[in-house]
């Protein structure tokens, strides 16, 4: 196997052009999808190789509960500089699970406070508390989905953009993107290369957001007003995977899209243009770095197995 055992761990920098091409080409719905896809397989096989490269490093320390098996020459030479890879993976998986606990752990305390915030509030679709704060998301999970809304922000914004700002809340919870979001989040922190997919995520998912409301409104000006207006007095959201009109990132991308036609209904271009051949080259490197990922964690994986003794 070689040097090919490191393959699952450098290959998701094949994602990076067609993170590029997804976002610039495809419609918001389909590059949303694609890329959570993508970087969810691809942290998935960069985490079972590096779970397996701590075993064969485990197994070569002293009095280690693993079978010997594993820390016979047959194992050991499948992985280029045993020694010091083996034994380096385990802190570097360590620091991936607890970073993926963290953060799993604060999604779900930022959740319970948001709906404790809103204990005593009427038991309906929108919240609106009385807050000199301007922001606005959408809030998933509990009880049921809400959309919450300060009394601040809605003194910024006329009828057309208030009914922009809620139709675009909507989008994101009919649409579920804060499990698109989280599965990003946690795959750049699985593995750092990743990192780009989480940006490309966290833009087209507010464009499909911004397309929805821009549908339902009728008015793509109106909603381009809003994301402005929003953005200059937001502060923000509770947590990176609530969604909402003025979550950071490029917002003069989102605006200029506004102003612009919005993009085709069909959901991937035709192969014989430049921008199909592009977009399925990449699609296609994308697919067989993943098939080379999993086939050199399967490899190790079966290694070990067959070092098991019976």
């Not at 034994?87 to 991936?96: D, E, F, R, Y």
């Not at 499990?179 to 940006?199: C, D, E, K, S, Y």
């Not at 200029?256 to 991937?268: C, D, E, G, Q, S």
Request: charged share 15%.
């Amino acid at each position: 196997m070689g040097v090919f055992v490191f393959l699952p761990l450098v290959l998701p920098l094949t994602a990076w052009p067609i993170a590029r091409l997804a976002t610039q080409h495809l419609h918001p719905r389909t590059a949303t999808t694609l890329l959570s896809g993508v970087a969810a397989v691809m942290a998935l096989c960069s985490t079972l190789c590096l779970g397996l490269l701590m075993v064969v490093g485990t197994a070569q320390l002293p009095g280690n509960p693993l079978p010997d098996g594993w820390s016979d020459p047959e194992v050991r030479e499948s992985v280029p500089q045993d020694e010091i890879v083996g034994k380096a993976a385990i802190p570097v998986l360590l620091t991936v699970v607890v970073s993926c606990a963290r953060t799993l752990w604060h999604q779900c305390r930022i959740r319970r406070r948001a709906h404790a915030a809103l204990a005593g509030l009427r038991d309906t679709s929108v919240a609106v508390l009385p807050d000199a704060e301007p922001y606005a998301y959408a809030l998933p999970a509990g009880p049921r989905d809400r959309i919450v809304v300060s009394t601040a922000m809605l003194s910024c914004l006329d009828a057309q953009e208030r009914r922009a700002l809620f139709a675009h809340e909507r989008a994101h919870l009919a649409a579920r993107h804060h499990r698109h979001l989280l599965i990003v989040r946690l795959a750049a922190q699985a593995n750092p290369f990743l990192l780009p997919l989480r940006t490309a995520v966290s833009y087209v998912a507010e464009r499909w957001a911004d397309e929805e409301a821009a549908q339902s409104v009728g008015s793509r000006r109106a909603v381009a007003r809003a994301i402005g207006k929003a953005a200059l007095v937001s502060r923000g959201t509770p947590g990176p995977t609530l969604a909402a009109l003025a979550a950071p990132g490029p917002l003069p991308r989102r605006v200029a899209a506004l102003l612009a036609p919005p993009p085709p209904a069909r959901t991937w271009p035709p192969l014989f243009t430049a921008v199909g051949l592009a977009l399925w080259s990449a699609a296609a490197g994308v697919a067989l770095s993943a098939m080379s990922s999993a086939n050199s964690a399967v490899t190790l994986l079966l290694l070990l197995h067959a070092a098991t003794p019976l």
